[in-house]
């Protein structure tokens, strides 16, 4: 956290605004730049950076207009997922799945259970429906098995084979506001007993839904932060080449 005497009007605080705005320029080039990586990844969700200003302040000062002004800095807030749509595109792959709604898949991890929207399954040496990492889909009786045959996935999520019910996928939503967690490869985390069974969504067998992520409005804003970061960049230069004049200047007069 950043710490400043309100007293602070002049250069020391220039450069903490400069610094502050810089690391947050930073954080968001990274997330930015994740979203690009992941542009062909099936099933990702994009984030979203956002911003809050921050009051360096000393307990028991009282500021006035001009410090407060000059001690407000830019920070990152946080960031929260794009829950919109990606396209929804045909494969044939009869183990290919996509959801039309706002539901996920839940998956078995080494780290717990886990939420995806990548459908790109396959079938396991041991009969068990699994991810491209290799973890199992969970239904609702544990782990699906597919028996051999036709198989059929029905919009519920409902598992046929050769005609017959063989299981069905547990689809799950969440309430509004539950703070989802990106946990690498398309997976996400939430709270225990947060995940409702789906109601408002519906799965489309043979399909895979692309990431959300548009690729030229994240590249533009990419391009966007590097040079905000450059000019905070050159301006903490400046700032510290007026540090050290004051140093050499106005120092020995004391």
């Known amino acids: 956290m950043l710490s400043s005497s309100v007293e602070e009007t002049g250069v020391d605080s220039g450069l903490y605004a400069a610094c502050a705005g810089l690391i947050a320029r930073s954080q968001a080039l990274d997330l930015v730049a994740n979203n690009l990586a992941n542009v062909n990844t099936a099933g990702f969700r994009g984030q979203e950076t956002t911003f809050q200003t921050q009051l360096a302040s000393q307990l028991g000062a009282t500021p006035s207009m001009l ?16 829950f919109a749509q990606g396209q929804i595109e045909r494969t044939g792959n009869p183990f290919d799945l996509a959801i039309e709604g706002p539901g996920f898949f839940a998956v078995q991890t080494p780290g717990g259970v886990m939420y995806t929207r990548n459908g790109n399954f396959r079938v396991s040496a041991q009969g068990q429906l699994i991810t491209s990492d290799g973890n199992p889909v969970l239904g609702d009786e544990g782990p699906v098995r597919v028996p051999p045959g036709d198989i059929s996935i029905s919009a519920d999520g409902t598992l046929s084979a050769n005609g017959a019910l063989a299981g069905k996928l547990r689809l799950v939503e969440f309430p509004s506001g539950t703070p989802l967690v990106s946990a690498g490869e398309s997976l996400y985390s939430a709270p225990t007993a947060a995940a ?4 408002a969504s519906r799965i489309q067998q043979g399909m895979l839904e692309s990431s959300n992520v548009n ?7 990419l391009i966007g932060l590097q040079r905000n970061a450059e000019s905070l960049q050159r301006a903490m230069s400046l700032f510290h080449t007026e540090l050290n004049r004051a140093a050499v200047e106005d120092l020995p007069r004391v």
């Open 196 to 199: 409702r069974p789906a109601s």
């Open 67 to 82: 410090n407060l002004a000059v001690n407000d800095y830019g920070v990152l807030g946080g960031s929260r997922l794009d």
């Open 215 to 221: 690729a030229i409005a994240s590249a533009v804003g």
